[in-house]
């Protein structure tokens, strides 16, 4: 089974990470642009990170095999902090770089107008652009902040067929399946966001046209892993091959492949 993990931090991860990937049959990660886990203070430091992950991290996946593509953005997470702006201003020339589809993940974190403004910044950049876009949904009150996210998209007027909102839950799928063309996509966590159990659930559900699904590990617990887990639940619970390829192959591809810089083989 070819797999294409669309949303992994790989920039905390370890090279047995890749190794173990590879043999599970990922053979590309999307990787988003990320909180480190402490708020920089320094816009620089946010291109600094934006250059890395444009040249010394595809270089590192593709010893394993794996193709590596980047969305690059001030992430929801430090999107209401005082270099936000300052950060997104000098984004653009990494954002030109021949691995990187385009702006994510960007969205809410606490839903506040300030983050607002900063996802709003970089979206319009985006459909100026024809880029990609990645969001991100929060994780408390998730359904209020993709509520909101949506009516952001529908008045901004973006071209919903390249944007993926991202982190779905039961709580909220039926009304990003409703926004126009979006892609929408799930997180497999051990513990907290969705399991694979819930995550065959809602495939059997809501089907799996526009469906992706991801592991975005990062430093926490979390697992690299979390994709091919879910398509062995989806063999035993009576998926067929091509249904399953469908979601973590054949959608991503559609998805991805809007962008003229994707070159992975169908
Ligand atoms: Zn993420």
């Known amino acids: 089974m070819k797999i294409i993990d669309p949303h992994v931090h790989m920039y905390s991860r370890t090279v047995d990470d890749y190794q173990k990937m590879a043999a599970n049959g990922i053979q590309c990660v999307i990787e988003p642009g990320f909180w480190l886990g402490s708020d920089r203070q320094y816009p620089e430091s946010c291109w600094d990170y934006f250059n890395h992950m444009t040249t010394f ?23 209401r902090n005082a270099i936000a702006g300052k950060a997104v201003d000098g984004m653009w020339k990494y954002v030109d770089a021949p ?24 979206m319009d950049w985006a459909e100026k652009h024809n880029q990609l876009i990645l969001i991100h949904t929060p994780h408390v009150k998730k359904p209020q902040g993709t509520e909101r996210t949506i009516k952001v998209i529908e008045k901004m007027g973006l071209t919903t067929k390249r944007i993926l909102i991202d982190h779905n839950t039961e709580e909220t ?10 892609t929408c996509g799930f997180t497999i966590y051990p513990i907290t966001k969705m399991s694979p159990p819930r995550m065959v659930a809602v495939l059997k559900k809501h089907g799996t046209d526009r469906m992706v699904m991801n592991s975005a590990a990062d430093w926490g617990i979390s697992d690299p892993l979390a994709v ?14 091509a249904e399953i390829q469908k979601v973590v192959w054949d959608n991503p591809h559609k998805f991805f492949g809007q962008s003229p810089k994707w070159k992975l083989e169908k």
């Open 99 to 122: 691995n990187c589809l385009g702006i994510g993940e960007v969205g809410f974190d606490l839903i506040t107008d300030a983050e607002e403004d900063i996802m709003k910044r970089q």
């Open 173 to 182: 799928i039926e009304m990003s399946l409703a926004c126009g063309q979006v």
């Open 228 to 241: 091919p887990k879910t398509v062995d639940l989806m063999w035993s619970e009576g998926f067929s091959e």
């Open 57 to 79: 991290e595809p270089n590192r996946a593709k010893k394993f095999n794996v193709a590596h593509y980047v969305f690059l953005a001030v992430n929801p997470k430090e999107a």
